[in-house]
């Protein structure tokens, strides 16, 4: 009711509405004044509607004093509202882009990915899309304070994502709304290294999206390892942090030299060498894991993995009375949004036996 009401007194409703009174008005009138073809209804409708908006076929025309009169009047009549209407519509399209191009409106992306926060390592994952998306656009929605001579750098730089942005605190519920979650296929959260507290926020953040849409996937960056068991706790389906990851490349450049090179080859995405990952055929699943792997083989694939998306495991017998504070907020705001406390993550399996049976959803883990 309140959006009819809203369409009703939107000024442009209020022209259209005059139009149409004009337009039935001076069809009676018409008829009433003149003789011959302008008599018929059709004739006289087509007639007014020419006038209105200033065409002239001059198919018709009145032939008596008042209706030449009517006609001097709709067509003035005509330039004013029909001038008003288009200049109107086009106002709005234009207001709707500078609020687009401002991140002050809601995005129209399906299936699209929402990036939260920003720090240095961002542009870098925009690079990595953006090779690994080739041809294909992906939708991208950016949450943010950038300004907009910032973001459209950033448009110039990834032609090949189609970005869209949203300004605002990306742990406040109505920012994340106009990012469209709805139709999201994942939201990657990042914290800012340089603030110490971001952390939280992302923690916030996480909780909020699981709070909206329980089953859209998110993925967390932290800084801190220890904000970890939080995350998971607030239903993070993937955290990453970069701790682990730099201490494993120091330590096997010197234990075991060409290991890092290999991972560092594999997880460029301008080698000619790297991973992938792809739902399995049907028609191997209850097949054993040699046959896949010799398929894979045979395409130039190494297939070295098995991958699922759904497990899922509880965590609220993790939570003892000596939980903390932080521990106590991320449970309330889970069972006050009537969510449990579960960590759903993928489940990798590394190089199984030859004689392991293909199971329903699982997905291959290759190197190119």
């Keep these: 009711m309140n959006k009819i009401k809203e369409i009703y007194y939107h000024p442009i409703s209020k022209i259209i509405i005059l139009l149409l009174i004009l337009w039935v008005s001076a069809t009676i009138g018409i008829r009433f004044l003149e003789d011959g073809d302008l008599k018929e209804i059709e004739n006289a409708f087509w ?185 998971k706790r607030a239903n993070a389906d993937e955290v990453i942090t970069d701790e682990n990851f730099k201490s494993f490349l120091a330590a096997t450049h010197i234990i075991e030299p060409g290991v890092p090179q290999a991972v560092n080859q594999l997880l460029d995405v301008h080698s000619k060498h790297r991973f992938k990952s792809e739902k399995i055929d049907e028609s191997f699943i209850g097949k054993n894991f040699k046959e896949l792997f010799d398929h894979y083989k045979n395409n130039s694939l190494l297939c070295i993995g098995l991958y699922n998306e759904n497990e899922a495991m509880e965590y609220g017998d993790l939570l003892s009375s000596e939980s903390d504070a932080l521990d106590r907020f991320i449970e309330k705001k889970l069972k006050d949004a009537g969510h449990g406390l579960k960590d759903s993550r993928t489940e990798v399996m590394l190089n199984p036996n030859d004689s392991f049976k293909i199971k329903q959803g699982q997905g291959a883990i290759l190197i190119i």
């Design 47 to 231: 007639w007014t509607i020419v006038t209105i908006t200033t065409v002239g076929y001059g198919d018709y025309a009145p032939q008596s004093f008042y209706g030449r009169v009517l006609a001097i009047f709709l067509m003035l009549a005509g330039i004013g509202l029909v001038s008003t209407v288009t200049g109107s519509i086009s106002s709005i399209f234009t207001t709707r882009k500078i609020m687009q191009g401002r991140g002050l409106e809601m995005v129209e992306s399906t299936n699209h990915v929402v990036v939260c926060g920003w720090n240095e390592n961002i542009e870098h994952l925009l690079s990595c899309m953006a090779q690994i998306a080739d041809d294909n656009k992906d939708d991208i929605v950016l949450i943010n304070d950038l300004t907009e001579d910032q973001l459209n750098s950033i448009r110039a730089r990834f032609t090949n994502l189609d970005l869209n942005f949203v300004r605002g605190d990306h742990s406040n519920e109505a920012t994340l709304k106009l990012a469209n979650l709805k139709e999201a296929n994942s939201v990657i959260i990042i914290s800012d290294d340089s603030i110490p507290e971001d952390d939280d926020k992302t923690i916030l953040t996480t909780l909020t999206v699981k709070n909206i849409f329980p089953s859209l996937k998110v993925i967390a960056y932290v800084s801190e390892r220890k904000k970890i068991p939080y995350l």
